[in-house]
């Protein structure tokens, strides 16, 4: 098992693509990753790119909505792409409210979003 | 088990087991012949469609029966018939590894992706609650074979147990760590569920997934 999961940064975007199967100890390390990376440099966005997993459970979902809270409090925003279907009906039969962070079909439509926010802003 | 020697004999050989029991249309015979035996995601997808095939054509009954003539022909390195797995649960890498085997015997009965998902996902939440509340306990994986096909999970521990059980199952009680929420969830996805529970006495939790032939 891998124990670290990498962050990428380009430009003021900060990209985690997820290919791990992941456990608890993986996401918390990431959790506190993320913020050492925004406290060093802040990043106008996040993308959780999650389209390898075909697993993810209430902690670990409620996990990267603590995780968007606190990236938000440093001025970031948060979007998880590539759900798959099966994740979603599962969260959503499960009663998960997905309302705690922002997704995306794909990486590219999240990095879209996140470039578009830019252009309304100026 | 999955060999490390690789055999090309292997697809052609499972094409002819699973011929001589029923016909074999051309996109299965493709999915048969492409296998890669060192990707554990097509052989999943490959076991699931082998079920779906026979259940459709040679009937529920004629599953376990077929799939053992498979795996004879192929000398087990598929292990296509699904078996009853016990796993004891203690840490993370546990965890991760019983949602594996979840996913694993959930393909094994024909489940498809989303059921695959549903079933690993009861079991991570399930062995979840005993690392954190029990520190250890079991999981259990069963193939139920009455008129339908399912998987039950059971997760015991001798942990300190739920007080009021009644009320996490109904969403009056919120943990900070998510016990309810996974239980209740966990219920939500389960066509059977029951879970027993009293202070000091453990917690005994059976959630079964029957087969949808959708």
Redesign the interface.
Known sequence: ?IDRIPILRIRDLLLVSIQA?L???LVEQLQSDILKELERKSARGLVLDISAL??????TA?AFVHTAQMARLMGTRTIVSGM????A??LT????SAGGFETALDLESALTALSTHDSDED | MLGSRIDSDIPPKLVAALEANVSVPPKLRQEIMSLSLQNREQIENLAASIVRHISLFAGTENILPILTKLDQATNGVLSLVPRDDKMRVDN??S??LA??SA?TLAAKLGFG??E???V??AV??LA?NIVMYAKAGEVRLTVVTNARIGLAIEARDNGPGIPDIDKVLSGGFRSKT?LG??L???K??AQEFAVQSAPGQGTRVRAVFYLSMR
């Open positions: 098992m199967d456990h608890d100890i075909n697993i993810l459970d209430t902690y409620r798959t279907p099966a994740i009906m599962t039969e499960m009663g998960f | 993370e890498a965890l991760v949602r594996r996913i992706p989303v695959r998902t549903k690993a996902t991570s939440e979840r998510g929420m996974g209740r969830g966990v939500n996805i």
